[in-house]
């Protein structure tokens, strides 16, 4: 066999078992999506939160959400909020239980914002849907989650998405990167007091020449506004330690898939929901190292449309 018949067949070898390990990932991804549809439709007369799916996820809560709503089409608090509506819808129709006795148990504390919620997702009031005996009481979906009376076995197919177009580097071999930090808890999008105070303090410590780094440890679908954790950070050069004030941390090197996003800051969490459903399409599966943004040029130098925002997600090998 000469050498390009052997090329070939490696390439095609790879392919193949690439193929698998996609295939082997995606249906790990189904099993925990099915496992978190399952802990949803047991907490249907209560809000729900991470603590609620945690022992059934093996992966950063960062990542969580983004891949049950890579493959269920909607978040986990969607599915939850249009689930316990699909009961609301149920009850007006099978029972006789009053409106705001329906509302409460799907979660509203008025019988306004239970009708303008209702009204949002079936396109008619609680008591027109009441009257109209040939209302279905479920709404379409492709992922075929649905409340059911009695035990009906429920479970989640993929939804039918298209295929995700971008250009994602796979890193094999990144390099580990040292930070000096300031904490941040709360809002995501107030991060930038946090900054703030980075900038004061590097500058006292004549830190700069460092990427600056915002990493996430949280997901803000599944976390509590109050409980968000974050970090402003900048690598530290050389081997000298984070100075006084600041916290030290250390990204690990290895694999990871990085995404370039152009553009204002403010488009950044669709990039990272479009990033993180291109992983989950592609089978590939994420480690455990929270996620971080580097940010390649200067947001006070440059018009927003000209930001350049590197956006890292760690992957096993």
């Known amino acids: 066999m000469n050498s390009a018949s052997q090329v070939k067949r490696i390439r095609k070898l790879n392919q193949e078992n690439r193929s698998q390990v ?5 249906s790990d991804y189904l099993k925990m999506a099915n496992e978190i549809v399952q802990v949803i439709l047991a907490n249907l007369d209560r809000p729900l939160d991470f603590r609620d799916v ?6 950063s809560p960062f990542h969580v959400h983004r891949v049950f709503s890579a493959l269920a089409g909607e978040s986990i608090n969607e599915m939850h909020r249009r689930l316990r509506l699909e009961r609301a819808c149920y009850a007006l129709k099978y029972s006789q239980e009053p409106v705001g006795e329906i509302a409460l148990l799907a979660g509203y504390g008025s019988h306004e914002s239970f009708v303008r919620g209702f009204k949002a997702v079936f396109s008619s009031t ?8 040939r209302r279905d009481y479920h709404v379409r979906v492709s992922n075929g989650v649905h409340f059911f009376s009695g035990t009906r076995a429920v479970a989640l197919k993929p939804a039918v998405v298209g295929d995700i177009q971008m250009e994602v580097n796979i890193l094999e071999n990144c390099e580990s990167r040292r930070l000096a930090i300031v904490p941040h808890q709360g809002a995501y999008h107030l991060i930038g007091s946090a900054f703030e105070k980075l900038g004061g303090l590097a500058s006292q410590n004549q830190l ?12 803000p679908e599944l976390t509590a506004e109050p409980e968000l954790r974050s970090a402003a950070g900048i690598e530290i050069m050389g081997d000298r330690p984070a100075p006084a004030g600041m916290d030290e941390v250390s990204l690990s090197g290895g694999r990871w898939a990085c995404y370039r996003h152009v553009g204002p800051y403010s488009g950044l969490g669709d990039s990272w ?3 993180s459903s291109w992983l989950v399409q592609n089978g590939y599966e994420f480690g455990m190292e929270p996620a971080y943004e580097l940010y390649v040029n200067d947001c006070s130098r440059v018009a927003p449309h000209e930001l350049l ?7 096993k090998p």
Request: overall charge negative.
């Open 126 to 133: 609680p008591s027109e849907a009441r009257s109209d005996s």
């Open 22 to 26: 996609n295939a082997s990932t995606r």
């Open 208 to 219: 700069w020449g460092g990427s600056m780094i915002a990493i996430y440890y949280d997901s």
């Open 54 to 59: 945690a022992d059934v996820v093996a992966m």
């Open 309 to 315: 925002t590197d956006l890292y997600i760690s992957v």
């Open 273 to 275: 929901n479009k990033f």
